[in-house]
């Protein structure tokens, strides 16, 4: 079955820098790929995802890139506020609604 | 549009007991997915209705159990429980059963085995 691995677990970065957490899985034929963030206590919600069919995304501040190929994708958060600090799991999917969800990245944007 | 809700918030229960939880999703969403959420194994898969059919299954033992009704409305069931099975239950509903419909999460039931 589909396994996906995310990296980092933690990731800590300063007000205004840039955050980076990358995805790779494991069954070609997962077609979709959404990103969740789950802010503590609060349950998950979409800010991006991308479809097979395409290399990159982006809404504002954040963008999604992905590598059929090399079954990888990523999330770009440029910019980053105290306000992005939640953690982020990444999800593939190959047909309906079954999500494969990542381990998560704890996310901490210091002021 | 009223999200996603699920009943109860919080449940406490004792190892051998069953228990059932409750989702509603979003007016006219058909779609509805149940996840396992813990901190050592993250979110999974357990199953999805649509239509009040069973369209896919994770790999949960047969004591986790789940139904969807005309309205749309599902429930879970886990009998037996077992100490390991304290997690927090999301579901999320989607307006049709393809991979490409966002899956909107409701609050999630917090399960503790005793």
């Given at each position: 079955?589909?396994?996906?691995?995310q990296?980092?677990?933690?990731?800590?970065?300063?007000?205004?820098d840039?955050?980076?957490?990358?995805?790779t899985?494991?069954?070609?034929?997962?077609?979709?790929?959404?990103?969740?963030?789950?802010?503590?206590?609060?349950?998950?919600?979409?800010?991006i995802?991308?479809?097979?069919?395409?290399?990159?995304?982006?809404?504002?501040?954040?963008?999604?890139?992905?590598?059929k190929?090399?079954?990888?994708?990523?999330?770009?958060?440029?910019?980053?506020?105290?306000?992005?600090s939640?953690?982020?799991?990444?999800?593939?999917?190959g047909?309906?609604?079954?999500?494969?969800?990542?381990?998560?990245?704890?996310?901490?944007?210091?002021? | 549009?009223?999200?996603?809700?699920?009943?109860?918030?919080?449940?406490?229960?004792?190892?051998g007991?069953?228990v059932?939880?409750?989702c509603?999703?979003?007016s006219?969403?058909?779609?509805?997915?149940?996840?396992?959420?813990?901190?050592?194994?993250?979110?999974?898969?357990?199953?999805?209705?649509?239509?009040?059919?069973q369209?896919?299954?994770?790999?949960?033992?047969?004591?986790?159990?789940?139904?969807?009704?005309?309205?749309?409305r599902?429930?879970?069931?886990?009998?037996?429980?077992e100490?390991?099975?304290s997690?927090l239950?999301?579901?999320?509903?989607?307006f049709?059963?393809?991979?490409?419909n966002?899956?909107?999460f409701?609050?999630?039931?917090?399960?503790?085995?005793?």
């Open positions: 079955g589909e396994n996906v691995e990296h980092p677990s933690t990731l800590s970065v300063q007000e205004g840039s955050a980076v957490i990358k995805c899985y494991s069954d070609s034929a997962s077609n979709y790929f959404p990103w969740y963030k789950q802010e503590l206590g609060k349950r998950p919600q979409l800010i995802d991308i479809r097979s069919n395409v290399g990159e995304k982006k809404d504002q501040r954040i963008a999604v890139t992905l590598n190929t090399a079954k990888h994708f990523s999330l770009h958060i440029t910019e980053t506020q105290p306000e992005d939640a953690v982020y799991f990444c999800a593939a999917s047909g309906f609604q079954k999500l494969v969800f990542g381990t998560g990245t704890r996310l901490l944007v210091s002021p | 549009k009223a999200g996603v809700t699920q009943t109860p918030r919080y449940l406490i229960k004792t190892r007991q069953q059932t939880l409750s509603s999703p979003i006219g969403h058909r779609s509805v997915s149940w996840y396992q959420q813990t901190p050592g194994q993250g979110l999974q898969f357990l199953f999805e209705y649509f239509s009040e059919t369209r896919n299954k994770g790999n949960f033992p047969g004591r986790f159990s789940g139904r969807q009704f005309s309205n749309s599902s429930e879970m069931n886990v009998s037996t429980l100490l390991g099975d997690a239950y999301l579901c999320a509903s989607s049709e059963s393809s991979a490409y966002e899956q909107f409701g609050p999630g039931t917090r399960l503790t085995v005793l």
